[in-house]
């Protein structure tokens, strides 16, 4: 069973940068992702690694802002996310799904973490 533990959160301003990482452990998997739920919104993709090619993929609302990364001999993968706007603020979860086939749907993610708050002010 692959456990997932995010850390990283916080509170910032408007226009500054936050790390989250997620540390893997337990299993095997195919790629990794990064959701959000604000309150009173469902969870939305942010983006995935493919965790053996790399390959990257993003929500056009992060889009040149984020970036998602992994460390494989840590298997621990990172989402860098500069110029935050208020609007990024939710609750953002890690996960990994051992589909290889692309998917943006939280459905096709096995593991998840526990969530980091992320809080942005303007």
């Known amino acids: 069973q692959v456990q997932l533990v995010e850390s990283g959160g916080g509170l910032v301003q408007a226009g500054g940068s936050l790390r989250l990482s997620c540390a893997a452990s337990?299993?095997?998997?195919?790629?990794m992702g990064w959701f959000r739920q604000a309150p009173g919104k469902e969870r939305e993709f942010v983006a995935s690694?493919?965790?053996?090619?790399?390959?990257?993929a993003y929500a056009d609302s992060v889009k040149g802002r984020f970036t998602i990364s992994r460390d494989n001999p840590k298997n621990t993968m990172y989402l860098q996310m500069n110029n935050l706007k208020p609007d990024d603020t939710a609750v953002y979860y890690c996960?990994?799904?051992?589909?290889?086939?692309?998917?943006?749907?939280?459905?096709?993610?096995?593991?998840w973490g526990q969530g980091t708050q992320v809080t942005v002010s303007s």
């Open positions: 337990g299993g095997t998997f195919s790629a």
């Open positions: 690694i493919n965790w053996r090619l790399g390959g990257t």
């Open positions: 996960a990994a799904r051992n589909m290889l086939l692309f998917t943006r749907s939280p459905a096709n993610y096995n593991y």
